[in-house]
């Protein structure tokens, strides 16, 4: 499903910004695309993850992969010491690879999906949800709730059908008000992001096209809610003006999922370089530390949106900051 090959134009790379169908991309993503589209499809790597959280079952599902230039998620990072902590890690240094971490949890007789995942929104390698719920036997009418954090296209892509139906026609949306006012009720202002005027024009259309299906029966949240018993929503603003992070508990198991406050642990966490897409950054910086401080001091389960595939680990707070540990795979 979704599966669309893109070709480019020399003209379309020229100007940073590929555009197809409606779907954003950057110029550097597209090499890292074409061959990675391949490598993901010849494979056959699974695309989900199970876990249990007490008597909450838990699934990650990939919904693919986005990208772009590190420093677009390492905004105030100097660029050669950028460049130095990305060889280190035995990274690209001219494209960093973002995963589409979407979780799915059973409980009580509900199967609820935190974030939907980018589709097409943002380039050619999302929209993979759809197969990996096929994987573990589900159809897309199998969902009951799905609980946006914050509405960029990455988190909201899949909601949409290509002929702008309901993707999960029987669920209910939640999505944070703050972002509903800010994306959707108001013409946002996106200069803060460090990207060309064209990206920006198209990601506040992704964003309305996404949720369009959905306007009319959304529920808005503050940040801070429950959705569900086991489901807690927390305020971790500054990247959007309503960004949730979400607790997930059962008994005394927990696990905390950090939505976009750190794109990829090496240089958000591990260094603390600020997202160039953070709206408010220093709203979001203070939302990093108090979020990570708890992680570290709960010892935390986390699982990072954006993070190497399944994205499971946890926090350590170090003499300078903190530093990710991934959590070993689990048969
Ligand atoms: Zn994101």
Request: aromatic fraction near 8%; avoid cysteine; charged fraction near 20%.
């Amino acid at each position: 499903m979704n599966r669309r090959r893109v070709i480019l134009t020399a003209a379309s790379v020229a100007a940073g910004v590929v555009l197809p169908t409606g779907s954003i991309a950057f110029a550097q993503d597209t090499a890292a695309a074409a061959s990675t589209a391949q490598g993901v499809n010849a494979s056959g790597n699974v695309g989900h993850y199970r876990f249990r959280v007490g008597d909450i079952a838990a699934t990650v599902l990939s919904d693919g992969l986005i990208g772009g230039p590190p420093q677009i998620y390492a905004s105030d990072a100097p660029e050669a010491e950028l460049e130095e902590v990305l060889r280190q890690a035995f990274l690209p240094t001219d494209h960093m690879t973002l995963n589409l971490n979407t979780l799915l949890i059973e409980t009580q007789g509900r199967r609820i999906l935190l974030e939907a995942g980018a589709g097409q929104t943002m380039g050619p390698l999302g929209g993979r949800i759809f197969d990996n719920l096929a994987a573990i036997g589900l159809r897309p009418d199998d969902i009951d709730i799905v609980v946006i954090s914050h509405t960029h296209p990455d988190h909201v892509g899949n909601l949409r059908t290509a002929d702008g139906g309901k993707a999960f026609p029987r669920a209910t949306v939640f999505a944070p008000r703050a972002d509903w006012d800010f994306f959707i009720r108001n013409e946002p202002d996106l200069s803060y992001m460090p990207v060309p005027k064209d990206f920006r024009r198209h990601f506040a259309a992704a964003i309305r096209q996404s949720l369009e299906s959905v306007t009319n029966d959304i529920e808005l949240y503050e940040a801070g809610t429950e959705i569900v018993p086991g489901l807690t929503t927390l305020p971790a603003l500054g990247h959007t003006p309503g960004m949730a992070n979400f607790l997930v508990h059962s008994g005394s198991d927990q696990l905390l999922l950090t939505a976009d406050l750190a794109y990829h642990p090496i240089v958000n966490i591990d260094h603390a370089w600020l997202p160039g897409p953070d709206r408010d950054k220093e709203t979001a910086l203070a939302s990093r530390r108090r979020i990570f401080d708890m992680a570290a001091a709960d010892r935390l389960p986390v699982l990072g949106f954006h993070f190497p595939f399944p994205g499971l680990g946890r926090m350590l707070k170090t003499d300078t900051g903190y530093a990710w540990v991934p959590a070993d795979w689990q048969f």
